[in-house]
């Protein structure tokens, strides 16, 4: 039978966090790279179509390609982990310390692929820095500002405004990393995978993953918006959100009602106790 009911798939869940918890250092570093540019290649693919007058939608049906690519690999992504690892916590599977490691680590890997890839991209589309990178240059630039400058100009509103886009980003993408075990036929899974991704993308809410490509890549094009407008403005306050609905809202959720609960013990009368009742 394809597919995998929601008990068997928070268990298989736990497995995975498990696996997870005892990679290296060089193999996060390494895997949550390669996820950080796969996501970055995706982003840049939606900014290069929106290039060509189509309608938003487009841009977010084709977004999942990213994340399929990188769940198909074995990949490492630190918002999914964000759901994956705080279930094995609960179940006594990994300790608190190992899921820090592992949350450190990935999200490192990411923030090096991903503005790595920003850098290799901005070279392509400016043959080397010697043009503004033309309309897809436009987009990067105005994407950039909207989410530090913009967030900024609003204050307390603006970062709250970036936590609660966050939120209910992550809510979505750590659905789509637990469907991507629902089904056993890959096809099955990149279907499954592909609803959620496309849902959060197509709405505009904000990934951490994928702002440490379009911020760096915009800052690398001329936009003017700083090392501390990035982190304080969009990073942290979105890397905040995305764990607070990746481990909540899916992860502990999910496992709190589907965990398999061990059977109650059957209760039996004691002969003996029986016997002195009787007397």
């Known amino acids: ?11 298989e869940a736990v497995r ?13 570093l390494l895997r949550g790279a390669l ?9 840049s693919l939606v900014f290069m179509v929106q290039t060509q007058g189509v309608p938003p939608i487009v841009g977010a049906l084709l977004f999942p390609v990213g994340f399929v690519m990188l769940v198909l690999l074995g990949l490492e992504l630190a918002t999914g982990n964000f759901a994956l690892l705080p279930p094995a ?17 990935v999200y490192l890997g990411n923030l090096v692929g991903s503005a790595g890839y920003a850098l290799l991209f901005y070279l392509a589309i400016t043959n080397c820095g010697q043009n503004n990178g033309g309309p897809a240059g436009d987009l990067l630039r105005a994407a950039a500002q909207k989410k530090t400058l913009g967030y900024m100009a609003a ?3 603006g970062w709250s405004t970036a ?3 966050a939120v ?16 056993r036929s890959t096809i099955g899974k990149i279907a ?22 379009v911020i760096p890549a915009g800052m690398f094009l001329g936009a003017p918006v700083s090392f501390g407008n990035w982190w304080l403005w969009n990073q942290i306050p979105v890397t905040i959100g995305n764990i607070f609905s990746g481990s909540l809202f899916t992860g502990l959720a999910l496992y709190s009602t589907f965990r398999v609960k061990p059977s109650p013990e059957p209760v039996t009368s004691e002969p003996e106790l029986a016997g002195a009742a009787a007397r």
């Not at 039978?1 to 268990?11: K, Q, R």
């Not at 990994?94 to 680590?105: A, C, E, K, S, V």
């Not at 499954?192 to 490509?213: D, K, R």
Request: glycine letters at 10%.
């Open 192 to 213: 499954a995978m592909w609803l959620p991704i496309l849902t959060f993308f197509a709405q505009g809410y904000e990934h951490s993953i994928v702002n440490m490509f």
């Open 35 to 43: 996820s950080g540019a796969f996501l970055g290649f995706a982003t």
């Open 1 to 11: 039978m394809d597919y995998v009911n929601p008990s068997e798939l928070v268990a």
């Open 89 to 105: 916590v609960a179940a006594g599977e990994i300790t608190l310390g190992q899921l820090l490691r592992n949350w450190f680590w």
């Open 163 to 165: 936590f609660i886009k």
């Open 16 to 28: 995975v966090a498990k696996r997870k918890a005892q990679l290296g250092v060089h193999d996060m």
């Open 168 to 183: 209910l980003c992550n809510w979505m993408v750590t659905v789509g990393t637990l469907l991507a075990m629902v089904s």
């Open 155 to 157: 204050g307390g509103a």
